[in-house]
T-cell receptor, first 113, second 111 residues
Framework: GAGVSQTPSNKVTEKGKYVELRCDPISGHTALYWYRQSLGQGPEFLIYFQGTGAADDSGLPNDRFFAVRPEGSVSTLKIQRTERGDSAVYLC???????????FGPGTRLTVL | GENVEQHPSTLSVQEGDSAVIKCTYSDSASNYFPWYKQELGKGPQLIIDIRSNVGEKKDQRIAVTLNKTAKHFSLHITETQPEDSAVYFCAAIEAGTALIFGKGTTLSVSS
């Protein structure tokens, strides 16, 4: 079946602009996670949704970052007033409710000029 | 919170040799330990995992061992092939929450 999909695959923006990154989880997966991966590093947790609600947003670095999942399926990560330090690959993962295995999408490479 | 350390950062082996990657974790409440393989330009792919009630798990050429007392776990790849070349990440989780990843090991298998 279809895996986790993320759009766009690449996004180039200018400092100060607003961006939205989209994640489509595996059908039926109730848990959805966002991670950020800088070059040469492991993924770092940002936010976790169980259904429509954010169960844990402790990884969001500051209030410029926000994520929603209004219908419990697709999620959008929103970044306001982008900074060059936001440049990274943003990864989305999903899992079946109650199970630990997380399956990742291909990521969105964000470049802030 | 949880902290995961991973060694070595790079590993070069000849085709057919074995490769071992080791990780340690800090939070004794962690009970799920997955390993991911990441190829260039792709997302991490789950290759094997182990839960805290099991000491060893094997799947064809890959195996994972867990020592709960010492808080370390290892990935073993036997009969390595060039297509095993990638970055490997270990992670730890208290089930149902976020994964905490190690910094990764770049494995190079030369033929």
């Amino acid at each position: 079946g279809a895996g986790v999909s993320q759009t766009p695959s690449n996004k180039v923006t200018e400092k100060g602009k607003y961006v939205e990154l989209r994640c489509d989880p595996i059908s039926g997966h109730t848990a959805l996670y966002w991670y950020r991966q800088s070059l040469g590093q492991g993924p770092e947790f940002l936010i976790y949704f169980q259904g429509t609600g954010a169960a844990d947003d402790s990884g969001l670095p500051n209030d410029r970052f926000f994520a929603v999942r209004p219908e419990g399926s697709v999620s959008t990560l929103k970044i306001q007033r982008t900074e060059r330090g936001d440049s990274a690959v943003y990864l989305c993962a999903s899992s079946l409710g109650g199970r630990a295995e997380q399956f990742f999408g291909p990521g969105t490479r964000l470049t802030v000029l | 919170g949880e902290n995961v350390e991973q060694h070595p950062s790079t590993l070069s082996v000849q085709e057919g040799d074995s490769a071992v990657i080791k990780c340690t974790y800090s939070d004794s409440a962690s009970n799920y330990f997955p390993w991911y393989k990441q190829e260039l330009g792709k997302g991490p792919q789950l290759i094997i995992d182990i839960r805290s009630n099991v000491g060893e798990k094997k799947d064809q050429r890959i195996a994972v061992t867990l020592n709960k007392t010492a808080k370390h776990f290892s990935l073993h790849i036997t009969e390595t092939q060039p297509e095993d070349s990638a970055v490997y990440f270990c992670a730890a989780i208290e089930a149902g929450t976020a994964l905490i990843f190690g910094k990764g090991t770049t494995l190079s298998v030369s033929s």
